[in-house]
C-alpha cells in the first residue's frame, strides 16, 4: 500500500470554527483550556488531578459492563482495574450505536483514541492511560443508526421498539443479518468480522450490550473501555447537575452566552451554531419512552404524556429515580467528564464545533474541561480507481479538488482541439486547380472531371476530420466519465467515504488486516488526511 497524507487544512473537510481552533485563532482562545497539542498533556494532567471522581463507583460498573470480557481480553480486565487509581486518566471518544459499527468513522474514532493513549504512557510512563469509548445508549432517533451502506446498498434493520436504542431488544435483528449475509456473498467466509457481527447481536440481549461486544472484538487487545453511561449507580453521581440544568437552567444561560460571544467575534455564523440550548436540556427516559421537559404554567411536564410535577416534586423524583433523566447532546459531555478521570475528548469536526460552545457551562459547573482533539480521517482508494487516477495524471492527494478542476487538468494535459482541416483543403484545391488548368489546356470537357474528384476528395478530408474529431471527443468523454466515476465513489453521494462506508465493504475490498493498517496510521495529533492506495 502506499500513503499519501495531505495537511487538514489543505482540505475542504473543515468548518470554519475548527479551523480558528487549529490555527490558533487568538478569538477562539477563551473557548477551550489545552490547544490540541501532545506536549499539552502535561498541563492537563496536572489540572485534572483538581478534579475529583468517584473512582470506586465507576470501577464497579465497569466491572459489572465488562464481566463477560474479563477473561477474553486480559488488557480490558487490566483497565478496569487501573481506572482506580488516582495517576491512571482516559482518552475518550464517544458515538452512537450504529449497526455493524456503521459508517468507518467510528473506527477512526476509536483507533485515534487507542494511539493517544499508547502515546502518552510512552511519554508520560509514570501514568496509565486508558482508551474509552463513550456509547449514546440514550439516544432515541433510532432511524440514524437503524442502517449501513454497503456496495451502495442500503441495509436496515426495521422494529417496533422505541425510546432510548441502547435498550431495544436485539430480537428480530436475523433478518437485517441475513441481507447483509446475502449482500456479502461468498465471500462472507473470508470476513471473520461477519462471524464475530453476528455472534454479537444473536447473544446478547439488546442493542448496548452487543454493540460492546463487536467493538471489543476489534479493539479489546487495546484495554478498550465501553461504557453504557445509561446506568442508575452513575446517574447519581449527576444529581447535582441534573438540577442546576432542570430547575436553575443554568446550562441555557451558560451556552446560550457562549454561542453569542463566538457569533459577535465572527468565529460562526448565527445559522451555522451547532447545536442550541434549550431551557431545560433533558429527557424523560422510562422503558420505551425518551420524552422531552419542559416547564410550561409553573409545572414540570414531559411531552406527549400525561406526567407533570411541581418544582418540588421534580428534585424528589432526581433524588429517587435519577436513572430516568437523560441528558441531551449539551449536557451529555457535561455527564460524561463528571464521571470519568477523562484528559481529552476525541472527536470529529462537527462534535469539536458544539463542545466548543461549552467551557463557561463546565466551569459553571466546576467540572473539568478536557481537551478537544480531532480524530484521524482516512481515504481508501482501490487498484481499478488508483489506475483511473494514474492514467489521467491525476494525484491522490488531489481528488479532494472540485470536479471541474479535475476535468480542466485532464483537458489541459491532452490539449484537445477541434480541427477543421482547413490548410489541407486548401492545399488540395491548389492543386486541383492547378491540374484542372493543363487538362483544359489539352481538353476543354476534362475540366469538369477534375472538379469532380477536387470536390469528392474534399469531401473525404471533411468525412476523415469527423471521424477524428469524433474519436478525440469520445476518448475525452471516456476519460472524463472516469474521473467522474472515481470522484462518485470516493464520495458516494457528495460524502467523505468514511462517513458513508462500512468496515465490512473496507475489509472485502483491502483485506481483513485493515484494522491493523488503521492502527498503525492512527495520530491525531499530526492533523493530517491519510490516502491509503492499494
Known amino acids: 500500500m502506499q500513503i499519501t497524507k495531505v495537511p487538514l487544512l489543505n482540505t475542504p473537510v473543515l468548518n470554519g470554527l475548527v479551523k480558528a481552533y487549529l490555527t490558533q485563532n487568538e478569538d477562539l482562545r477563551s473557548f477551550y483550556n489545552f ?58 471518544t464517544g458515538h452512537q450505536i450504529c449497526l455493524a459499527t456503521g459508517p468507518l468513522y467510528f473506527v477512526y474514532k476509536i483507533a485515534s483514541v487507542i494511539h493517544t493513549c499508547k502515546q502518552l504512557k510512552t511519554i508520560h510512563p509514570n501514568f496509565n492511560f486508558i482508551p474509552v469509548l463513550w456509547m449514546a445508549t440514550e439516544d432515541h432517533d433510532f432511524e440514524e443508526i437503524n442502517h449501513l451502506h454497503l456496495f451502495q446498498k442500503k441495509i436496515t434493520w426495521q422494529t417496533q421498539e422505541q425510546g432510548a436504542t441502547g435498550r431495544i431488544k436485539t430480537q428480530g435483528i436475523q433478518t437485517f443479518l441475513t441481507e447483509l449475509n446475502e449482500i456479502l456473498g461468498s465471500s462472507v467466509y473470508d470476513l471473520p468480522l461477519f462471524e464475530k457481527l453476528e455472534k454479537a447481536y444473536v447473544e446478547n440481549k439488546n442493542l448496548s450490550e452487543a ?23 452513575l446517574k447519581e453521581e ?41 431551557l431545560i436540556n433533558f429527557f424523560y427516559l422510562d422503558h420505551q419512552m425518551r420524552k422531552r421537559i419542559v416547564f410550561e404554567n409553573e409545572t414540570y411536564r414531559v411531552l406527549d404524556s400525561n406526567l407533570q410535577f411541581t418544582p418540588e416534586q421534580l428534585s424528589e423524583a432526581i433524588e429517587q429515580n435519577p436513572e430516568k433523566f437523560s441528558p441531551n447532546v449539551i449536557m451529555r459531555p457535561l455527564y460524561q467528564e463528571h464521571i470519568l478521570p477523562n484528559l481529552a475528548y476525541i472527536g470529529g469536526g462537527g462534535e469539536l464545533s458544539y463542545w466548543l460552545e461549552f467551557k463557561s457551562l463546565f466551569d459553571a459547573h466546576k467540572v473539568f474541561f478536557p481537551m478537544l482533539v480531532l480524530r484521524n480521517s482516512f481515504l481508501w482508494i482501490d487498484k481499478k480507481q488508483e489506475a483511473k487516477l494514474m492514467e489521467n495524471k491525476i494525484a491522490p492527494s488531489e481528488i479532494f479538488e472540485p470536479f471541474d478542476f479535475l476535468i480542466q487538468k485532464v483537458l489541459q494535459q491532452t490539449s484537445y482541439s477541434e480541427i477543421d482541416c482547413a490548410n489541407e483543403k486548401q492545399q488540395v484545391e491548389h492543386l486541383f486547380n492547378h491540374i484542372k488548368e493543363q487538362a483544359i489546356s489539352v481538353e476543354k470537357t476534362l475540366g469538369n472531371s477534375v472538379e469532380a474528384e477536387k470536390q469528392k476528395t474534399l469531401k473525404s478530408i471533411e468525412t476523415i476530420a469527423h471521424k477524428i474529431n469524433k474519436a478525440s471527443k469520445q476518448r475525452h468523454e471516456t476519460q472524463i466519465g472516469q474521473i467522474k466515476k472515481v470522484k462518485e465513489q470516493l464520495f458516494p453521494e457528495g460524502n467523505l467515504q468514511e462517513r458513508y462506508d462500512n468496515i465490512l465493504w473496507l475489509q472485502q475490498k483491502f483485506g481483513v488486516s485493515v484494522i491493523d493498517t488503521i492502527n498503525s496510521l492512527a495520530n491525531p495529533f499530526l492533523k493530517e488526511f491519510t490516502i491509503i492506495t492499494a
Open 35 to 92: 490547544l490540541p497539542e501532545i506536549d499539552a498533556f502535561e498541563q492537563a494532567i496536572s489540572l485534572r488531578k483538581q478534579f475529583p471522581v468517584n473512582r470506586e463507583k465507576l470501577q464497579r460498573v465497569l466491572q459489572q459492563q465488562h464481566k463477560d470480557f474479563l477473561e477474553l481480553y486480559p488488557e480490558v480486565n487490566q483497565s478496569v482495574q487501573l481506572i482506580i487509581h488516582e495517576q491512571s486518566f482516559t482518552i475518550t
Open 211 to 233: 454493540t460492546r461486544a463487536l467493538v471489543l472484538h476489534l479493539f479489546g487487545s487495546s484495554g478498550l473501555l465501553v461504557i453504557d453511561a445509561d446506568n442508575r449507580e
Open 238 to 278: 449527576f444529581i447535582p447537575l441534573i438540577k442546576n440544568d432542570i430547575l436553575q437552567q443554568v446550562s441555557y444561560k451558560e451556552v446560550s452566552q457562549s454561542i453569542r460571544s463566538l457569533v459577535s467575534k465572527n468565529l460562526i455564523k448565527e445559522e451555522k451554531v451547532q447545536v442550541k440550548p434549550r
